[in-house]
């Protein structure tokens, strides 16, 4: 489930506590819990609903400044079920503080030494590292362009860094991304 960037702020405060989302199958559940670009979500409950039952009071706690609004974005899509999802705003990313903790010891740089050699076992050959130097050499580069150069496709890019920024390595921008202190720090520590 995504939120717009404008939405974000508003979660955090309080003010936006219900999203309304079409969906054949719902993206998060009951209890469980939603990473976003400000921290972490909790799902307090998930509810099939109609449109005729959607008031003013739940399009402004849904962030819309009318009903209107909010059916209209729901019209948008025609299929699948109207989901009501009530959330609050839990903690924030804790990837944030990982990311910025660049004091790595040898017990740190071991073991993400290991868990960089699992990624790159799992997908049959080694990508870790030289994303992480094209990274630190192409700041800010489009997913797209880094996908082409290394030629692979972009979806599958991404899902790769999103593990390297999952280890606190790197942090995504407006556009690409940048290697983090913590990213940093490990790529000096490593050889070559």
């Known amino acids: ?26 993206t998060v559940k009951a209890g469980g819990r ?40 729901l019209d948008a899509r025609q299929e699948g079920d109207i989901y009501r999802i009530a959330f609050r705003f839990n903690r924030g990313d804790p990837r944030i503080a990982l990311r910025e903790s660049a004091d790595l010891s040898a017990g740190d740089i071991a073991a993400l030494t290991q868990r960089l050699d699992r990624f790159d076992r799992g997908s049959g ?28 496709e972009k979806a599958a890019l991404k899902q790769n860094i999103r593990k390297l920024k999952e280890l606190g390595l790197t942090e995504s921008l407006e556009t ?3 290697l983090s202190p913590r990213g940093k720090a490990l790529l000096g520590a490593l050889p070559g």
């Open 34 to 73: 939603l990473r976003t670009a400000i921290g972490e979500l909790t799902i307090d409950t998930l509810d099939t609903c109609t449109a005729d039952v959607i008031s003013e009071a739940d399009a402004r706690a849904a962030g819309f400044a009318t009903r209107a609004g909010l059916l209209a974005e």
């Open 125 to 152: 050959g080694a990508w870790t590292r030289p994303v992480l130097h094209h990274i630190a050499l192409h700041e800010g580069q489009p997913a797209a362009d880094i996908a082409s150069a290394f030629g692979v």
């Open 1 to 26: 489930m995504l939120f717009r960037a404008a939405l974000l702020d508003r979660i955090k405060a309080g003010e936006v506590t219900l999203a309304f989302r079409r969906w054949r199958r719902p």
């Open 176 to 178: 690409g991304y940048r």
